[in-house]
């Protein structure tokens, strides 16, 4: 890997090393106009406990991060290692709006009406509390609102480590 002493990183380089960092995959999905959007984030992490605060960084070059912005409300449906090919679904750019969700299965969130995914391990319901230039991205923190846990007794996460989707057991 190469840097040099002013700071720039290839973005190879940025990759691989954050590459080694395994983290857990979530679908974000937010309302715009009535119509729902979502994307796979990865770049999702607790910040507070009192207040109880998220946050989940999102490229300003998708459709997804206006409409996140406009709405205030979004929610995170943390997935299952069956989840893998929603995962893989939610993170191409460019699919058609209005069927993204066919043949998914997604209740209402009890408290924004934002999509969850059925299955997923577990859920929260946020308002945005504060959001941040993030270069690229924009962070968004969010208050959350409500939550929930499905009580599986060993419940396997998908992750995603060194540019795979892998699957994580608790024991």
């Given amino acids: 890997m190469t840097s040099d002493p002013s700071g720039s ?3 190879g380089d940025f ?3 954050l590459g080694r960092f395994a983290s857990g995959i979530t679908i ?3 309302l715009q106009d009535g119509v729902a959007h979502a994307m796979t984030a990865n770049a ?3 910040v507070s406990l009192d207040p109880p605060l998220v946050m989940v960084c999102v490229d300003k070059g998708v459709r997804m991060h206006d409409a996140v912005l406009d709405c205030g409300f979004w929610a995170i449906s943390v997935l299952a290692d069956s989840h893998q090919a ?3 679904r939610f993170a191409k750019s460019g699919r058609e ?3 993204q969700f066919d043949g998914v299965g ?3 969130g009890p408290k924004t009406g934002c999509l969850l995914i059925e299955g997923a391990l577990s859920w929260l319901e946020c308002r945005t509390w504060a959001i941040y230039d993030g270069g690229d991205h924009t962070i968004v923190v969010g208050e959350v609102l409500s939550l929930g846990a499905d009580d599986i007794a060993d419940p396997a996460a998908l992750i995603y480590y060194a540019g795979q989707y892998r699957e994580l057991r608790g024991k």
């Fill in 97 to 99: 709006l209005h069927s």
């Fill in 28 to 30: 974000m999905s937010t």
């Fill in 86 to 88: 929603i995962a893989q």
């Fill in 44 to 46: 999702f992490t607790s």
């Fill in 15 to 17: 990759r691989t090393a």
């Fill in 106 to 108: 997604t209740a209402p």
């Fill in 9 to 11: 990183i290839a973005s």
